[in-house]
């Protein structure tokens, strides 16, 4: 065989010797180099992958009772609101994405960060004095999921922390730990309203600390923190120095005796990567459109964060084109009608969930105060059939076809989630339902029958 040697000279810390053989007959060096190797499959998951666990598909998919046959199965599990028909988008919205489709202008790819028109127009739609964007404030995604997936992997690596609220979204530690990123658990108190435990938060801070997730308002908990509460996170946050994650998807879906304070309103200290979108607001969440507002007017993050989270979505080349096109006329002529007359919606039926569920023996409801959901807490010791709130609500599926999330997805046991979005016909049946299956199982705790016979 012959072979050529290619060799450069050292130049600037480059390798000497560039060795590049040519195969020009015969046996080739590759199969000579190869001959110790037993070739065999063993095609194995990549380490990500097997980092990867979503709790609530984790309970979910083990629970092998089946609805009784006899009911009609009620879901007030599923964090949708279309699966019922009841809440359909504004016809403006729907009219805004005919309109891009049929103007044959978005077939084609964006950048990856999004057309600048239409980050132009996110950018208007969010500023304000306390908290300005310009278009090279935003970066659009597919869906919030994807705006959160954007900033963990920006800001944290591989050994480092992330804190996330308990209960909370179980995305989050999903996410975290499919990339090496440890999960830090702070606590949500119930008997304040889900108002963070500050001092407990604070005291998990170290050196390896990347981020804090401050989720408002709340999935699970409906809760919306006051401006008070706020001022008193952003403070944690700048005395210790780290970042927040502000995953707002659920903002301005406050009910009318709450106000909703975008975060980065409220201080010029801290960077602010605030992550929204038109799932929830515009109820549309199957057209995957995201974003993340940059706020830093210290200019803490720099360049750097902001060009780590344009590589990173040129990973995927950005959202839908389509949804892109119609962004300008969603955001501006989608009008308040819809939005007043969800919310009414939403707070009606939180209001007749929380009545109906307080008034049972054994439940406590905490009322929320915007988003879709409504978190029940089990006082389990009422409840001897039942080891935990998975039992509890596997037993409530099987005998009342009646399905809630055991907070146990949420990192928080013997709570359960109701989202608020079915018909209110279906609510009150559940409601009577749950109410049945509870009377069947309560029990007085030793010493408290006179508290039971009141």
């Given at each position: 065989m012959d072979s050529y040697v290619i060799q450069a000279n050292d130049n600037g810390g480059l390798p000497s010797v560039l060795d590049v053989h040519v195969s020009t007959g015969g046996r080739s060096s590759v199969q000579g180099k190869m001959k110790g190797r037993k070739a065999r499959w063993d095609v194995r998951p990549s380490d990500m992958s097997n980092r990867t666990f979503n709790p609530i598909r984790a309970i979910v998919d083990n629970m092998k009772v089946k609805p009784n046959p006899n009911k009609t199965v009620?879901?007030?599990?599923?964090?949708?609101p279309t699966?019922?028909?009841?809440?359909?988008?504004d016809p403006e919205v729907t009219q805004a994405m005919k309109d891009a489709l049929d103007s044959g202008k978005y077939n084609g790819y964006a950048p990856s960060i999004g057309?600048?028109?239409?980050r132009e127009e996110v950018a208007s739609y969010y500023h304000c004095a306390e908290a300005p964007l310009e278009a090279k404030d935003v970066i659009l995604t597919s869906g919030c999921s994807q705006a959160i997936e954007l900033c963990l992997a920006v800001l944290a690596n591989p050994g480092q922390n992330i804190l996330v609220p308990r209960p909370g979204f179980s995305l989050y530690r999903t996410l975290?730990?499919?990339?090496?990123?440890?999960?830090?658990?702070?606590?949500?108190?119930?008997?304040?309203?889900?108002?963070?435990?500050?001092k407990q938060m604070e005291s998990l801070i170290d050196e390896k600390t990347a981020c804090l997730i401050?989720?408002?308002?709340?999935?699970?908990?409906?809760?919306?923190?006051?401006k008070r509460h706020l001022q008193k996170i952003l403070a944690v946050a700048e005395r210790q120095c780290v970042p927040i994650l502000a995953d707002e998807i659920y903002g301005d879906m406050v009910f009318s005796d709450h106000k909703y304070e975008p975060l980065a309103t409220l201080s010029t200290n801290v960077p602010i990567l605030s992550c929204g979108g038109l799932a929830k607001r515009w109820l549309v969440p199957g057209w995957r459109m995201g974003w993340i507002l940059i706020h830093d007017r210290r200019d803490i993050f720099g360049n750097q964060i902001r060009d780590g989270l344009v590589k990173l979505s040129q990973r995927i080349l950005g959202p839908c084109t389509i949804v892109q096109g119609a962004l300008k006329s969603?955001?501006?002529?989608?009008?308040q009608e819809f939005y007043h007359e969800t919310l009414s919606f939403l707070k009606s039926n939180a209001d007749l969930c929380y009545g109906a569920l307080a008034a049972i023996p054994g439940l406590q409801p905490v009322h929320p105060s915007g988003a879709m959901y409504l978190m029940v807490g089990i006082e389990i010791d009422h409840f001897?059939?039942?080891?935990?709130?998975?039992?509890f609500t596997e037993r409530l599926v099987a005998e009342q076809s009646v399905h809630c999330l055991p907070a146990t997805c949420f990192e928080y046991p013997n709570f359960f989630r109701v989202v608020?979005?079915?018909?209110?016909v279906m609510m009150l049946e559940a409601c009577s339902r749950i109410q049945e299956f509870c009377e069947q199982y309560y029990h007085c705790a030793e010493g408290s029958q006179e508290e039971c016979d009141k």
């Amino acid at each position: 065989m012959d072979s050529y040697v290619i060799q450069a000279n050292d130049n600037g810390g480059l390798p000497s010797v560039l060795d590049v053989h040519v195969s020009t007959g015969g046996r080739s060096s590759v199969q000579g180099k190869m001959k110790g190797r037993k070739a065999r499959w063993d095609v194995r998951p990549s380490d990500m992958s097997n980092r990867t666990f979503n709790p609530i598909r984790a309970i979910v998919d083990n629970m092998k009772v089946k609805p009784n046959p006899n009911k009609t199965v009620i879901s007030l599990s599923i964090g949708d609101p279309t699966v019922f028909g009841n809440l359909p988008t504004d016809p403006e919205v729907t009219q805004a994405m005919k309109d891009a489709l049929d103007s044959g202008k978005y077939n084609g790819y964006a950048p990856s960060i999004g057309y600048l028109s239409s980050r132009e127009e996110v950018a208007s739609y969010y500023h304000c004095a306390e908290a300005p964007l310009e278009a090279k404030d935003v970066i659009l995604t597919s869906g919030c999921s994807q705006a959160i997936e954007l900033c963990l992997a920006v800001l944290a690596n591989p050994g480092q922390n992330i804190l996330v609220p308990r209960p909370g979204f179980s995305l989050y530690r999903t996410l975290a730990e499919s990339m090496g990123i440890e999960v830090k658990l702070y606590n949500l108190l119930p008997e304040k309203s889900w108002e963070i435990d500050l001092k407990q938060m604070e005291s998990l801070i170290d050196e390896k600390t990347a981020c804090l997730i401050v989720n408002n308002p709340s999935n699970p908990c409906g809760s919306v923190f006051s401006k008070r509460h706020l001022q008193k996170i952003l403070a944690v946050a700048e005395r210790q120095c780290v970042p927040i994650l502000a995953d707002e998807i659920y903002g301005d879906m406050v009910f009318s005796d709450h106000k909703y304070e975008p975060l980065a309103t409220l201080s010029t200290n801290v960077p602010i990567l605030s992550c929204g979108g038109l799932a929830k607001r515009w109820l549309v969440p199957g057209w995957r459109m995201g974003w993340i507002l940059i706020h830093d007017r210290r200019d803490i993050f720099g360049n750097q964060i902001r060009d780590g989270l344009v590589k990173l979505s040129q990973r995927i080349l950005g959202p839908c084109t389509i949804v892109q096109g119609a962004l300008k006329s969603i955001l501006h002529r989608t009008p308040q009608e819809f939005y007043h007359e969800t919310l009414s919606f939403l707070k009606s039926n939180a209001d007749l969930c929380y009545g109906a569920l307080a008034a049972i023996p054994g439940l406590q409801p905490v009322h929320p105060s915007g988003a879709m959901y409504l978190m029940v807490g089990i006082e389990i010791d009422h409840f001897p059939e039942f080891e935990n709130d998975v039992e509890f609500t596997e037993r409530l599926v099987a005998e009342q076809s009646v399905h809630c999330l055991p907070a146990t997805c949420f990192e928080y046991p013997n709570f359960f989630r109701v989202v608020i979005t079915v018909p209110k016909v279906m609510m009150l049946e559940a409601c009577s339902r749950i109410q049945e299956f509870c009377e069947q199982y309560y029990h007085c705790a030793e010493g408290s029958q006179e508290e039971c016979d009141k």
